[in-house]
């Protein structure tokens, strides 16, 4: 990416976090790698920690992050807990994730935070038999 785009996308980030509190950021699906999402500004912004969404496309991905924010803003999270109505579709958990497993996924928040504390949560949702998975997290 070069200098101008980049600094036309950083410029859009901090709009949006500043006009609606958070940005998303939605990462495409290509041969061997598995598209993801996140937010950033929600921590600073809402005071819950900033969400990670890996495997489901784009639509739906910014569809959980609004949800998330609406629902939960200023609230403690359920972490570990089953939550079956956060959209109509399927049940999902959030899980603590350490921002260091996040470093190379989340460049916008990154960038955002630079050295302030900020915290992530990761969506786990079920397979297409409604089944979670035991693995837990990237």
Excluded: A, C, W
Aim: no cysteine; net charge neutral.
């Amino acid at each position: 990416m070069s200098d101008e785009k980049r600094e036309k996308y950083f410029k859009m980030v901090y709009d949006n976090i500043e006009k609606y509190g958070f940005h998303n950021t939605y990462v495409m699906e290509e041969i061997g790698f598995t598209p993801f999402g996140y937010s950033t500004g929600i921590y600073k912004n809402f005071g819950i920690p900033e969400l990670f969404i890996s495997g489901l496309p784009n639509g739906l991905t910014n569809t959980l992050i609004t949800n998330y924010v609406e629902r939960f803003k200023f609230k403690e999270i359920p972490l570990n807990k089953k939550i079956d109505d956060l959209i109509d579709r399927f049940s999902i958990y959030f899980i603590e994730i350490e921002n260091h497993k996040l470093t190379e996924y989340t460049l916008s928040s990154f960038k955002f935070y630079q050295n302030s504390e900020f915290k992530y949560l990761q969506l786990i949702f079920p397979d297409l038999n409604g089944f979670f998975s035991k693995r837990r997290g990237i």
